[in-house]
């Protein structure tokens, strides 16, 4: 019996990824985009979920060429999913990814969070060995910080799976959005306290600026 109980609760605490295939307009969207104009290669694509759509990364970074690859409320495996097609076609030099965010608040293990980014540069590397990646911490959030501890636990797993790999970056963005008193700086986010606004991609520009130089 108890046995049973804890396989049910390992089978509810890992939900099954939501379907890939609610992107695929906005995944066409990119690519007729691409057709339409091709991206230059070897570019810093920016690759992830709403803090990735709202970054006026062009704004952000004018002396660097950049791609910005955002589709909100995506999971680490939509990541994966569509690398394919819109990020190894793009053959970037660097790939700067923020994914966990969804996949947590979804109730998705740290775990699987860390594995799933681990996934996510087997694929590319696969086909562009020398791609280097920036991996963004999730942030804490006031509309999330019920799950705070398990995005401490996810960005500590992934900051620990890549510590041996001179291609991969662990980004701390996490503390730079803290304030003195170990909240989350109203300041950075919109009113929803989700989603950041410009001074938080101010700062978040500061923070990750060194490792793009």
């Known amino acids: 019996l108890l046995l049973a109980l804890c396989g049910q609760a390992r089978l509810w605490a890992a939900p099954a990824p939501p379907d890939p295939a609610r992107f695929e307009a906005v995944i066409q969207a ?7 104009q091709a991206p230059p290669q070897g ?3 920016f690759y992830g979920s709403s803090s990735i759509v709202g970054w006026d990364t062009a704004a952000s970074f004018p002396d660097l060429v950049t791609i ?22 793009y053959k970037p030099r ?3 990814v923020y994914e966990g965010d969804n996949d947590l608040a979804y109730g998705t293990p740290p775990e699987t969070v860390r594995d799933g980014f681990l996934e996510l540069v087997a694929k590319v590397r696969a086909a562009l060995p020398d791609t280097r990646f920036a ?11 019920n799950i705070v501890e398990k995005i401490r636990q996810a960005n500590e797993l992934i900051r620990e799976a890549i510590a041996r790999d001179p291609l ?9 959005t803290m304030n003195g008193y170990g909240r989350p700086r109203a300041s950075l ?13 101010r700062v978040w520009t500061r923070v990750l600026r060194p490792y793009l130089d």
């Open 30 to 36: 990119f690519e007729e985009r691409d057709r339409e």
């Open 43 to 45: 570019a810093i694509l």
């Open 68 to 89: 910005n690859r955002g589709f909100g409320g995506s999971h680490m495996s939509d990541a994966v999913h569509f690398a394919n097609r819109i990020a190894i076609p």
């Open 94 to 96: 660097l790939i700067v």
């Open 135 to 145: 991996y963004l911490s999730t942030k804490p959030s006031a509309a999330r910080w």
């Open 168 to 176: 991969c970056a662990y980004v701390d963005v996490f503390t730079a």
């Open 189 to 201: 986010f919109q009113p929803d306290g989700l989603h950041l606004n410009a001074e938080g991609y």
